[in-house]
C-alpha cells in the first residue's frame, strides 16, 4: 500500500510553514522539510527557519543536519528523507514535506535517474575559480548555452548546483535537464500524494511579503549571523553562504557594495527567486493550488484546507 503523502509547496514568504503546522495539528502529522539552505546549522535567520516557538510541538525533520560547509546533495536528501517518511507512517502519523526546493520535491514524487557518474573534483574546482574570478554570471551564461532548460530553473547565485549541470554536461556529453525529465515521467508509486501548493494571484502582494521578511531578518541581526559565520571560520564561497541573504551581506562586508545596494539586492533576487520557484511548480500536474490572497485572513485558507 502506498504511504499517503501530503506535500505543500510554493514560493519564499508565502506561508508554508506557518500553514504546515497548522494541517500538523489537524491531521496528527509530522513535518519534513524540503528547503536546501534550512539543511545548515547555525543559519536561521536568513534562511527564516521555523523557531521552536513556532513548531508548536511538531517535530520537525532535515532542518539543522549539516555544517555551513558540508555539500548536501539531492540524492542525499532523497536518502536521509525517505527513511523519516516510513517512520513517521509507520507510527500512525502523517507525513507532511512542506518547502520550495523543487529538486527535493522531485526527488520524492519521482523515481529520479541519479545515474552512477560520481562527477569530477579537478572540473569543479576549475569552475570555482573561474566563478571567483569572473563572477557566477559568466559560467550562468556558459549554462544558458548548453542547457537552457536548466538555465532558466537556477539561480545566478546556486552557484554549487550551476557547476553541477556544467560537469554533467561536460562527462557525458548531455544536459542534466535530459535525466531529469526521464526521471519526471515516472511517478513514485511508493506514495500516494496530495500536493498544495500556495500562491498569490497579485504578485505585488508576494512582492510586499518578501520586502517585508527582509526587513524583518535585518531586525532580527541577520548581518550579525553573517558576521559570526564568518568568525568562525566558514567561507564565503561556500555553498551554504551563496544562499540569498547571506552572500549579499557578504559583499556588503567586503565593501563592494554600500549597505542599501546589498538590501536592494537581497529583495530584487528574492522576488526573481521566487518566479523560478512558481514556475517550477507550475509543472507539477498533480498539485491543488490555493491563492493566499483569495481569503479574508488565514484561518479562513486554514479552514477550508483542514477538510481538504
Known amino acids: 500500500m ?11 514568504a508565502s506561508g508554508k510553514s506557518k500553514l504546515s503546522v497548522e ?11 524540503a528547503d536546501s539552505m534550512q539543511i545548515y546549522k547555525y543559519m536561521d535567520i536568513g534562511t527564516a527557519k521555523i523557531t521552536d516557538e513556532e513548531k508548536q510541538g511538531i517535530p520537525h ?5 549539516v555544517e555551513p560547509n558540508v555539500k548536501f546533495s539531492v540524492a542525499e536528501f532523497e536518502k536521509m528523507a525517505k527513511p523519516i517518511i516510513d517512520d513517521i507512517y509507520k507510527r500512525g502519523r502523517l507525513p507532511i514535506v512542506v518547502g520550495g526546493t523543487g529538486l527535493y520535491i522531485d526527488s520524492l514524487i519521482y523515481i529520479m535517474n541519479f545515474s552512477d557518474y560520481i562527477g569530477n573534483d579537478d572540473f569543479r574546482s576549475a569552475l570555482k575559480n573561474i566563478a571567483e574570478v569572473l563572477g557566477n554570471d559568466y559560467l550562468f551564461n556558459r549554462l544558458k548555452v548548453v542547457d537552457p532548460k536548466m538555465f532558466d530553473k537556477l539561480h545566478p547565485n546556486d552557484l554549487r548546483r550551476i557547476i553541477r549541470a556544467l560537469e554533467v554536461y ?8 535530459v535525466y531529469q525529465e526521464l526521471s519526471s ?26 520586502d517585508d521578511r527582509v526587513d ?9 549571523e553573517v558576521v559570526n559565520l564568518l568568525k568562525i571560520g566558514y567561507n564565503k564561497y561556500d555553498t551554504s553562504m551563496q544562499a540569498l541573504g547571506y552572500k549579499e551581506i557578504a559583499e556588503y562586508l567586503d565593501g563592494n557594495v554600500t549597505f542599501d545596494e546589498a538590501i536592494s539586492n537581497l529583495k530584487k533576487r528574492t522576488r526573481r527567486y521566487a ?18 490572497d483569495d481569503y479574508i485572513d488565514f484561518e479562513e485558507l486554514k479552514k477550508i484546507l483542514s477538510v481538504f
Not at 494541517?23 to 522539510?33: C, M, R, T
Not at 561536460?170 to 535537464?177: A, M, N
Not at 524583518?216 to 550579525?224: A, D, G, R, S
Not at 518566479?275 to 493550488?289: A, E, V
Open 170 to 177: 561536460q562527462f557525458t556529453g548531455k544536459p542534466i535537464s
Open 275 to 292: 518566479k523560478r520557484q512558481i514556475t517550477w511548480f507550475k509543472s507539477y500536474k498533480i498539485i491543488n493550488w490555493f491563492y493566499v
Open 61 to 65: 525533520y532535515m532542518i539543522d543536519i
Open 185 to 210: 515521467k515516472r511517478m513514485n508509486p511508493e506514495y500516494d500524494v496530495i500536493m498544495i501548493g500556495l500562491n498569490f494571484r497579485d504578485r505585488n502582494k508576494l512582492y510586499k511579503r518578501i
Open 23 to 33: 494541517l500538523a495539528k489537524f491531521y496528527d502529522g509530522e513535518i519534513i522539510s
Open 216 to 224: 524583518i531578518m535585518l531586525k532580527n541581526n541577520l548581518v550579525n
Open 2 to 12: 502506498a504511504i499517503p503523502l501530503l506535500i505543500i509547496v510554493g514560493p519564499t
